[in-house]
């Protein structure tokens, strides 16, 4: 490789390109067979001439690959590594091209292919991808890809067999008007996707024919299915309209329990005031009956003192006294005579007396613990009325609970009782049934044999509670709420009774006798698993067994555990039970295949049975009341022996005070009657001593029989007066104890009524938290259904009703007035046995007619739209291609123009031809057809093709088209490669003059390569000539030969190469 790049140049003039995007340099390193080398063409007309060989083609190779084209393109190479100069050692080869963009700046691109397969670019010095540079080549209108502008020597012959709509998609980017190649594009994609849709109608059609058919086969399960879809849809409807007449119990339910719930917050405020009134009552009689006893303790005093006194008896003492004296004046004489030994005797009795008094506790002691004792008796006497205050209160209440735990008990029962719960249910399903009951109860004599209530009523349900649930799934609610008569007569005579006189409509009654009991003994079941059959579940009359074994068939129907053989099971029975699934057998109505459907009973509620009806809230209500009620009892109980038992110790001790207080009391007037007897007897003794004579003696018993009298006189007194209090204290405690009687008969009612008030109280507080709880119930159910209507109910001035749009649905699919939840109920039962009668259908033939009735609507529907679409398609296509039939005819119609008129200068005849296919719809065969003739007026115009015409002929066609497109184009450059190949030299001149003249006409870049030339051509000052003498045809020039010598002597020849 050289040192520096050769220009290939033959002109020191040079003047820049002037359109943008033209080539203004080249230049080549170690790519194929150039070291480094530097081309600058012209702005116009280049015309690059070189030998076969001698690398003209390496430059069209270069500028394609250079400015981001694909190898594909050149049709030449097979690897880009072929592109790198083997000669060299160089690790890659360099293709550096600068376009033009304005009088100072150029866009310079740069590409190294390296040997390892690598392409690298740069644009303007800076690393960019090859997807960088293509979008400035497409953005400067350059093309390497089109044929129209760039036309590579080994794509030179491929031109003619180019098929015609890419030669009119190359011609219309060619001209710059990708708008167009983007609408006909569009169009050609919209023709594929009509015709692609027009096939899928085909098939569509074909399918639509068979689904047809088999839609039409499935005429019968589908109106059964549509039947069946009506009558729940009504039930559905149906329900929203029961769920709203409970939604409007349910609501006036909850008013009620707000106004009881005020009512009976109410009733507890008037109770709490009556309570607390009676309180206040029961605390003044306290009071008052306290301030009685203390005004009973002063007379108690004075009669214990004066029987204390009265004991004593001092008026005996000294009538006794006086009686002595009176006796001793009468046997002074005696007496004298033994007045001795009288005195030893009186001083012995007084010696004695003194001891006892002296061994005993001083009068004052005794009084003392005498007072201390009457203080604490009058003590006992307090607490022993306030025990038995609280004593009689703890009584009161025991009663009020007493009564209170029979009255619960009594609820208790109720609840419990199993008919009475049959028959609140019974009340609740069906009033008509409750109320033919109560009537048939009351007239059973008016029949000639025995009616059994409804089976619901006399049927009884043994073990486990999921048995009610097998019982209920198979009877039915309409057979478990019917009558049973033995007797056909009174079965027509209770209905007419209850239909017609009672006006009773959902009355149910059926026959069955109680003699044929042979049928209903079940089959031996010997299968593993089995618990037994249905009708070993139940108890019931015999006449009510006939019917269910014969027309239920409850004992053919087993029930067995999980994990049992399902296998034998299903060979043996029709219906059985596994583990609260029922598994029912059918035989395919409109197909022989069997098959077994399966019923969850896992989930259903038991509503008719007891079992499950009790209302759970009223009984631990009543459970709770109950229990509290028991726990207060014993409560009650223990503090009503407590305070008996501390009323009978405070009695103790105060019968024990009271016997001490005796004692002392006693103590006290036998020490008073012993000193009383000793001054008697010191007297005595004092008499016995000092008298002299027994006139003396006689004289003093008279004064101590006068101050006897004396003092006989003032114990009378003290008597009268101690009589006197006397009988005032018996007045005041008698006065008192009527008082006290009245105070504690008065307590005592006033006790009983603060008792039932205190219990109606609790009663009414017990009743307040069930009205509560019931109301929260209420509340809570209240909102789930509201939540479950609330779409299709209004509220209209307070007052709520359906929407007009859901009753006029509801009146569609259900007519009739539904003015009340039995009315719906009914109703829904009705429609509940149509939908149980209709016809079985297997799930596989149901599952079958859905299919292919969505299939049929499916396909139907498909077929509309996609022939709507094929329209819309179809419409919009000849719109749109209307548009761009007409600007490719005018583009065509103006290359026509000048191709023919090139082609007729030559002495030939050709045209341009729009080929549009079958139609002008058939866009994808929009092509461009260049029609030639080269035998003059004789012969008529033929395609231009690769095998019709001759390699010059084609070569003459493909140059004047590209020549008839260089007034349309607005492409920078134009590169043809060997054009020439095949022409004679007629033709050729007459293109060269052609080329220039387009040349001169223009503004456009023209590099045209070519080996050759006819001699004794015209050259202009305009076109640039490039020599290439490279490769193997390279030679070194001797010293002496001069290029400017050589240019010179041709000018002077007027032929001029620059």
């Known amino acids: ?28 390193q170690d790519f194929m067979s150039y070291h480094d080398v530097s081309v600058r063409p012209g702005p116009g ?131 710059g008007d990708g708008r167009t190649n983007e609408l006909l594009q569009e169009l050609k994609d919209e023709q594929d996707k009509l015709e692609s849709l027009q096939q899928m109608l085909q098939i569509k059609v074909g399918t639509f024919t068979e689904l047809e058919r088999k839609w039409e086969s499935s005429t019968v399960v589908r109106n059964v299915i549509r039947q069946r879809q009506r009558l729940q849809n009504s039930l559905n409807l149906l329900g929203i309209k029961e769920k709203f007449f409970l939604f409007k119990q349910l609501r006036l339910d909850i008013r009620d329990l707000e106004k009881k719930i005020i009512d009976s917050k109410e009733k507890i405020d008037s109770l709490a005031h009556s309570k607390a009134e009676l309180d206040q009552k029961l605390e003044t009689h306290h009071q008052a009956k306290t301030n009685l006893e203390l005004t009973m303790v002063e007379p108690k005093d004075v009669i214990a003192n004066y029987k204390a006194f009265m004991s004593s008896s001092p008026s005996e003492i000294l009538n006794d006294k006086i009686k002595s004296i009176t006796n001793n004046l009468n046997s002074l004489t005696s007496r004298y005579e033994s007045k001795a030994q009288q005195i030893e005797q009186l001083e012995e009795e007084i010696q004695s007396a003194t001891q006892q008094i002296d061994s005993s506790k001083t009068q004052g002691k005794l009084e003392s613990e005498y007072e201390t004792l009457n203080k604490q008796l009058k003590a006992k006497q307090c607490e022993i009325t306030a025990k038995e205050h609280l004593h009689s209160v703890a009584l009161a209440e025991l009663n009020a609970l007493d009564r209170q735990i029979q009255r619960l008990s009594s609820e208790r029962s109720r609840l419990h009782s199993e008919e009475n719960q049959k028959m609140n249910i019974l009340k609740q399903r069906n009033p008509d049934v409750f109320q033919g009951l109560e009537w048939l109860r009351a007239n059973r004599d008016r029949f000639n044999h025995t009616i059994h209530d409804p089976i619901m009523v006399c049927l009884r349900v043994l073990g486990p509670p999921e048995n009610a649930l097998y019982l209920e799934r198979l009877i039915g609610a309409q057979d478990l709420q019917a009558f049973v008569c033995e007797d056909p007569s009174d079965a ?65 129907i ?54 499950a009806t009790v209302d759970d809230n009223e009984l631990q209500s009543n459970e709770r009341n109950i229990a509290w009620a028991r726990k207060e009892q014993t409560k009650k109980k223990w503090e009503a022996e407590s305070l008996t038992n501390e009323l009978k110790a405070v009695n103790s001790a105060h019968d024990r005070i009271s016997n001490h207080m005796a004692d002392k009391k006693h103590e006290i007037e036998r020490l008073k009657g012993l000193q009383w007897k000793i001054k008697d007897l010191e007297g005595q003794v004092d008499v016995l001593k000092k008298s002299a004579d027994i006139q003396s003696l006689r004289e003093r018993s008279l004064n101590e029989r006068e101050k006897a009298l004396k003092q006989i006189s003032v114990v009378h007194q003290e008597m009268l007066a101690f009589t006197n209090k006397y009988s005032m204290a018996v007045l005041t405690l008698k006065f008192a104890g009527i008082q006290m009687e009245q105070l504690e008969k008065s307590s005592s009612q006033e006790r009983t009524a603060h008792a039932d008030i205190e219990a109606d109280h609790n009663a009414m507080t017990t009743m307040l938290k069930d009205l509560e709880t019931k109301k929260v119930t209420n509340t809570q159910a209240f909102q789930k259904i509201h939540r479950e209507v609330q779409a299709h109910i209004t509220f209209d001035k307070k007052r709520v009703r359906l929407k007009p749009e859901f009753e006029k649905s509801l009146q569609e699919v259900c007519p009739g007035e539904f003015t009340s939840h039995s009315e719906a109920r009914a109703r829904m039962e009705t429609l509940e046995k149509d939908l149980r009668d209709l016809p079985a259908i297997s799930q596989r033939d149901e599952d079958d007619a859905k299919l292919s009735e969505r299939k049929f609507k499916e396909a139907k529907d498909a077929i509309q739209d996609m022939k709507a679409q094929i329209s819309r398609h179809e419409k919009d296509a000849i719109v749109r291609g209307q548009t761009i039939s007409r600007r490719i005819q005018e ?18 005849a050709g045209c341009i031809k729009l080929d549009q296919g079958e139609g002008p719809s058939d866009f994808k065969s929009f092509g461009l057809d260049i029609m030639v003739n080269f035998a003059g007026a004789k012969g008529n115009m033929e395609a231009l093709s690769g095998s019709v015409q001759s390699g010059g002929e084609k070569s003459v066609s493909t140059a004047v088209f590209m020549m008839a497109l260089q007034e349309l184009t607005q492409v920078p ?77 041709m000018k002077k020849k007027r032929k001029i190469v620059t």
């Open 1 to 28: 490789m050289s040192s520096a790049p050769r220009p290939l140049r033959s002109s020191p003039n040079e003047s820049p390109p002037t359109c943008l995007g033209s080539i203004q340099f080249i230049r080549l």
């Open 45 to 175: 007309f280049n015309v690059v001439i070189g030998p076969n060989g001698s690398g003209k083609s390496s430059i069209v190779s270069a500028i394609t690959l250079g400015l981001g084209g694909d190898l594909s393109e050149l049709k030449r190479q097979r690897s880009i590594t072929d592109f790198v100069n083997t000669t060299t050692d160089a690790d890659c080869a360099r293709i550096t091209i600068e376009l033009y963009r304005d009088h100072e700046r150029v866009y310079k691109v740069q590409c190294e292919i390296k040997r390892s397969g690598q392409i690298v670019f740069h644009l303007d010095e800076v690393l960019v991808t090859q997807a960088k540079v293509k979008n400035l080549v497409e953005k400067l209108s350059i093309q390497t890809n089109n044929l129209c502008q760039f036309l590579p020597q080994d794509v030179v012959r491929d031109f003619p067999d180019m098929p015609s709509h890419e030669k009119l998609f190359n011609t219309i980017r060619a001209v």
């Open 492 to 556: 027509n005579k209770l209905m007419n009774i209850l239909r017609s006189e009672k006006k009773l409509s959902r009355i149910n009654v059926i026959t069955s006798s109680n003699t044929s009991t042979s049928n209903c003994e079940p089959i031996p079941c010997s299968i593993q698993g089995f618990k037994g059959f249905v009708s070993d579940m139940m108890d019931c009359p015999p006449a009510v067994r006939t019917y269910l074994c014969s027309k239920k068939q409850l004992n053919r």
């Open 558 to 611: 087993p029930v067995f555990t999980a994990g049992s053989d399902s296998k034998h099971v299903g060979q043996k029975y029709f219906r059985y039970f596994v583990d609260r699934k029922l598994f029912v057998k059918r035989q395919g109505r409109y197909s022989n295949s069997e098959s077994v459907s399966i019923e969850n009973c896992a989930n259903d509620e038991v509503r008719f049975f007891p079992s």
């Open 891 to 908: 583009l065509v119609s103006k290359i026509d123009s000048r191709f023919s008129a090139m082609m007729a200068d030559l002495g030939h």
């Open 973 to 1049: 450059f134009r590169c043809v490669d060997e054009i020439n190949q095949g022409m004679d030299e007629v033709n050729e001149r007459l293109i060269w003059k052609m080329l220039l003249t387009t040349a001169n006409r223009y503004t456009a870049q023209y590099m045209y390569f070519s080996p050759k030339f006819p001699r004794e051509l015209e050259f202009t000052p305009d076109i640039k000539a490039v020599f290439c003498i490279n490769g193997a045809l390279r030679v070194d020039l001797p010293n002496h030969f001069h290029l400017s010598n050589i240019l010179q002597r």
